[in-house]
């Protein structure tokens, strides 16, 4: 009788658990496959909500909570005030849904495999969808069913977030630490072949964190060997890509600048973010506290026939595209879910077991990666984006929150 009830205790971890892997990976091999993980486990926080115990919250969890929130509302308001359609509440309404996602996982804490397969599986799927797309249909870029630069953009999240889980990879087999090497290795692929060269940025920012938390800078012969491994790798990378796609990306970079600046021609890639980034400063200054909610309405009421406004609907920069449309209110909330969590998580460090340690550092790097994005590419004003940081970003929370007697056991626990 016992053994039953534990049994049936142990079912909504294990759905939680699965659905956590879903949402890894799925998340590039599907169209939409990173809605799946996530829409599944809104319904199941929806109906534990009316469940007791709830999850006891302690500051730092209401902190993360006011910081979603504050997004949502800021988003909410503006649209409202703008007269904004329907569709313009989505992306925003992601991180109201995250919040009982949230005390979902919070309630169930879950098995790490789970979490860190379905990454690293994630990673290997959009290598392969990559692959296909490049080699075998002769995509010029590899996009799989999303955008190239969001689809290479994740799927270079996923890798960095891998090298920081490595240290986990580790303490677990040999033959996890396999399956991080070739998710790893796919999910930079990927990347390369996606074309997305703001992704490219976040590299340096894994390769040196996976350099410091694994100690190896304590000794000169792993140091040497990583930094050997490194340059074999940049090499290789080269070597394979540059007759089809890493030179002419880089070429692409040196010729834009060129036009620009010396042929006054912004009908590049590069050329119509600088255009951009340029047009967006006068439009902040006409309306720098909430905004014109949208670049549509920004031409309606200006009558502002510019090209680029007819081919663009964002600025290719998450914080001028928030200051654009939604003013000073806008970019302080955007500024919340980067600062926040982040400064939340390094808290973290200092508190959590050394266990714990590869989650902290995968949750920086997550927010370091997607403020990274957001510099050349509005990466929230799609819902990949939208939808990979937020929910990521709590299910990480939520695992470093875990109380550290079921952190192992992935068993139903209510935290303190």
């Not at 990559?130 to 080699?135: G, K, L």
């Not at 890509?241 to 890493?246: G, M, N, Q, T």
């Not at 549509?296 to 920069?317: C, M, P, T, W």
């Amino acid at each position: 009788m016992i053994s039953n009830k534990i049994a049936f205790a142990n079912i909504p971890v294990l759905c939680v658990s699965i659905f956590v892997f879903l949402f890894g990976a799925l998340a590039l091999v599907v169209p939409s496959g990173y809605t799946y993980g996530p829409v599944l486990l809104l319904l199941f926080a929806l109906v534990y909500l009316f469940v007791r115990p709830n999850p006891m919250l302690i500051a730092a969890d209401k902190s993360f909570i006011a910081a979603l929130l504050l997004y949502f509302l800021v988003g909410v308001v503006t649209n409202f005030i703008h007269h904004l359609p329907s569709r313009h509440y989505d992306n925003f309404s992601r991180f109201l849904f995250a919040i009982p996602v949230l005390l979902l996982l919070l309630r169930f804490p879950i098995k790490l495999i789970y979490l860190w397969s379905g990454i690293a599986l994630g990673a290997l799927g959009a290598g392969i969808v990559a692959v296909v797309d490049f080699y075998v249909y002769g995509e010029l870029r590899a996009g799989g069913y999303n955008n190239p630069i969001q689809f290479g953009d994740i799927a270079m999240l996923f890798s960095c977030v891998l090298m920081a889980g490595f240290a986990w990879a580790k303490q677990h087999s040999r033959s996890m630490i396999i399956i991080f090497f070739v998710g790893f290795m796919s999910g930079i692929w990927a990347s390369l072949l996606s074309g997305a060269r703001g992704g490219w940025l976040v590299l340096p920012f894994a390769i040196g964190l996976f350099y410091l938390v694994n100690d190896l800078h304590k000794n000169t012969k792993k140091s040497a060997i990583f930094i050997f491994a490194v340059l074999c790798f940049c090499g290789f990378a080269y070597y394979f890509l540059s007759p089809s796609l890493l030179q002419s990306r880089i070429n692409d970079v040196i010729s834009d600048l060129q036009q620009y600046f010396h042929a006054n021609n912004a009908n590049t890639s590069l050329g119509a973010r600088i255009t951009l980034w340029q047009a967006s400063v006068p439009l902040i200054a006409e309306h720098p506290l909430l905004g014109w909610g949208s670049v549509a309405n920004y031409v309606n009421l200006s009558g502002d026939k510019a090209e680029i406004f007819q081919r663009f609907n964002h600025f290719h920069n998450d914080f001028l595209d928030a200051l654009v449309k939604r003013g000073l209110l806008g970019g302080m909330a955007l500024l919340m879910i980067y600062v926040v969590p982040g400064v939340l998580f390094y808290r973290q460090l200092k508190q959590c077991v050394s266990a714990k340690a590869p989650l902290v550092y995968a949750s920086l790097l997550l927010i370091v990666a997607t403020f990274v994005f957001g510099l050349t590419q509005s990466f929230f004003s799609h819902s990949s984006g939208v939808m990979v940081y937020v929910f990521l970003l709590v299910i990480l929370w939520a695992q470093v929150r875990a109380p550290d007697a079921s952190y192992n056991e992935g068993s139903r626990v209510t935290p303190n």
